[in-house]
């Protein structure tokens, strides 16, 4: 004779609930930084572009501070490392669009990506810079980004 099988017993499963991190001040900064430069004019070009990354990183700006914090905050957290090397790609991305929008004879003969990585990446070396020195490194980033001779 067959025995009866009992129904299966339903397990509860816990309900597990994830709340994203809250972004960094430094995840936090860089956006609306991205989001600045995405808001510059269209006539603005890249002058304009690399005068904004320059006051944003300048040493005595919050920006530079804050990734600072972020890095040594974010040791051996893999997901905030990745939040703010994003948010700095939405900065570079936008650096990029409008290093695109530039005239040719405008922007240096190199390809407008590495052209953006290039000056966002000396944008924010202009923290470690003297503030005294600063004034001289922007005028070289501005004649890099414009050739021809960058506006005043």
């Known amino acids: 004779m067959a ?3 009992s129904a299966p017993a339903r397990r509860r499963r816990a309900r597990v609930v ?5 972004p960094s001040e430094a995840e936090t900064r860089l956006l609306a930084l991205a989001r ?3 808001a510059l004019p269209r006539a603005a070009g890249l002058a304009a572009a690399v005068r904004t990354l320059a006051d944003a990183h300048a040493p ?4 530079p501070r804050a990734l600072a914090r972020a890095r ?3 040791r051996g957290d893999k997901t905030a490392i990745l939040a703010v ?6 900065v570079r991305l936008a650096v990029e669009e409008i290093a695109a929008r530039a005239p040719r004879a405008a922007a240096p003969t190199t390809d407008v990506p590495t052209l953006a ?4 990446a000396a944008a924010e070396s202009l923290a470690q810079e003297p503030p ?6 922007l005028r070289a980033l501005l004649d890099l980004s414009a050739p021809g001779g960058a506006p005043a």
């Open 18 to 22: 994830t709340r994203a991190p809250r």
């Open 85 to 90: 090397a994003w948010a700095r790609e939405q």
């Open 72 to 74: 040594l905050a974010s």
């Open 117 to 120: 990585w290039l000056l966002l």
């Open 3 to 5: 025995r009866a099988r």
């Open 132 to 137: 005294a020195a600063v004034a001289d490194r």
């Open 36 to 38: 600045q430069l995405a």
């Open 60 to 63: 005595d700006a919050a920006l």
